[in-house]
């Protein structure tokens, strides 16, 4: 089946600490992107990649930073610069006619 | 810049009535409009699409959503909501289509709680 995997589904960590959010997909789309989901607040772009290598900030980058060494992958690292990490991540990739999300990844930090 | 807005940000019903959620949108240059669904601590899922084409657009589960550029509106709308209807629904637009859909902006959502 094609889709998007997300990994891990619940996630915690202690404020300070670095973490990855790893997300793959085998839609063979080039582009990819983060959101971020906080109650009320819809979601908010976090980073973008059209294609591999190359990305670009969304809305809400600071805190945050990506790569995109593969075509199927882009992790995103929330950095100890994000002053409120804990939130819903979302990532998803994009066709010619739908983007396409994963099942997300819930953070909490302590 | 891209703005969705969506009117209500909770919307009860009971079931079997007929449900409106509404959505407008601001931008000048030619859209194509989203409606998708999420239930809770999952992904979202694509209800219908506006892309070209005729403005009425049918999607799954009974949804149907009719494109107004005058109004600049895309509202969602079920004649008869069941009780596994209850979830949370964003309205997103793209302006931008090549060979990839550009990136969404997305509306705060709406709340759709329906009741036995």
């Known amino acids: 089946d094609g889709g998007i995997t997300q990994s891990p589904k619940y996630l915690f960590r202690k404020e300070g600490q670095n973490v990855t959010l790893s997300c793959e997909q085998n839609l063979n789309h080039d582009a990819m992107y983060w959101y971020r989901q906080d109650p009320g607040q819809g979601l908010r772009l976090i980073y973008y990649s059209q294609i591999v290598n190359d990305f670009q900030k969304g809305d809400i980058a600071e805190g945050y930073s990506v790569s995109r060494e593969k075509k199927e992958s882009f992790p995103l690292t929330v950095t100890s610069a994000q002053k409120n990490p804990t939130a819903f991540y979302l990532c998803?990739?994009?066709?010619?006619?739908?983007?396409?999300f994963g099942p997300g990844t819930r953070l909490t930090v302590l | 810049a891209q703005s969705v807005t969506q009117l209500d940000s909770q919307v009860p019903v009971f079931e079997e009535a007929p449900v409106e959620l509404r959505c407008n949108y601001s931008?000048?240059?030619?859209?194509?409009l989203f409606w998708y669904v999420q239930y809770p601590n999952q992904g979202l899922q694509l209800l219908l699409k506006y892309l070209s084409g005729s403005t009425l657009v049918k999607g799954i589960n009974g949804f149907e959503a009719e494109f107004n550029k005058s109004q600049t509106s895309f509202h969602l709308r079920k004649p008869s909501v069941h009780i596994s209807d209850t979830a949370e629904y964003f309205c997103?637009?793209?302006?931008?289509?090549?060979?990839?859909?550009?990136?969404?902006?997305f509306g705060r959502g709406t709340q759709l709680t329906v009741w036995p």
């Open positions: 931008s000048s240059v030619s859209v194509y």
């Open positions: 997103a637009v793209s302006h931008d289509r090549g060979s990839t859909l550009g990136r969404l902006y």
């Open positions: 998803a990739s994009s066709g010619r006619q739908e983007q396409f």
